[in-house]
């Protein structure tokens, strides 16, 4: 059974920092798997952050984030992360990751970012 659990969402200051993580099960990095981190704003649709497949390690960014977040993996510990940095209002939002693998798409239950002084 797929499961995805996203943590390391919390509040923080404008400007300020946060690493979210999610750690992946029922499958493994080492097959080619297409990790995803996704962000649903207060009263916005869920948008796609960044991408990044396991194997290649080939990343891509919204252009919203390019040069503050930083989408990472640690295949041993089949988890992926998402490094926040210089955050902004506007990137409070419900975080998602999602993983395409084996013909699927899996989700999961999302961790709060909060970004407010």
């Known amino acids: 059974q797929v499961q995805l659990v996203e943590s390391g969402g919390g509040l923080v200051q404008p400007g300020g920092s946060l690493r979210l993580s999610c750690a992946a099960s029922g499958f493994t990095f080492s097959s080619s798997v297409v990790m995803r981190w996704h962000r649903q704003g207060p009263g916005k649709e869920r948008e796609l952050v960044t991408t990044i497949n396991t194997i290649t390690g080939t990343k891509s960014y919204a252009d919203s984030v390019k040069g503050r977040f930083t989408i990472s993996r640690d295949n041993a510990k089949n988890t992926v992360y998402l490094q926040m940095n210089s955050l902004k209002y506007e990137d409070t939002a419900v975080y998602f990751c999602?993983?395409?693998?084996?013909?699927?798409?899996?989700w999961g239950q999302g961790t709060q970012v909060t970004v407010s002084s």
């Open positions: 999602s993983a395409w693998t084996r013909g699927a798409n899996y």
